[in-house]
């Protein structure tokens, strides 16, 4: 059964940093595109970053960009997220994505 565990969220001062973590069981890691995702309160789901999996290619959304940076291990079946420089409005809950399948998502708080 394919599970996706997503950790690393909280609470954090604007202009601070958090790095999130997703690690991938029941899958071949290596065979599937990463990606974050975020939602914030009354707001859609939106893509925050996408890593393949060969070679590292990365796209990141446009507000994010410079700021965030995605990463992966595939010896570790694991997918990163460092954030840096946060702002309040990425206040959301982040969600690690692998085409149909979901982690439960962690919370990320940025509040003086």
């Known amino acids: 059964q394919l599970q996706l565990v997503e950790s690393g969220g909280g609470l954090v001062q604007p202009g601070g940093s958090l790095r999130l973590s997703c690690v991938a069981s029941g899958l071949t890691f290596i065979n599937y595109i990463m990606n974050w995702y975020r939602q914030a309160p009354g707001k859609e789901r939106e893509l925050v970053a996408t890593?393949?999996?060969?070679?590292?290619?990365?796209i990141y959304a446009n507000s994010v960009k410079g700021r965030f940076t995605i990463s992966r291990d595939n010896a570790k079946n694991t997918v990163y997220l460092q954030m840096n420089s946060l702002k309040p409005e990425d206040t959301a809950v982040y969600y690690c994505n692998a085409e149909r399948y979901w982690g439960q998502g962690t919370q990320v708080t940025v509040s003086s």
């Open positions: 890593i393949y999996s060969v070679g590292g290619f990365t």
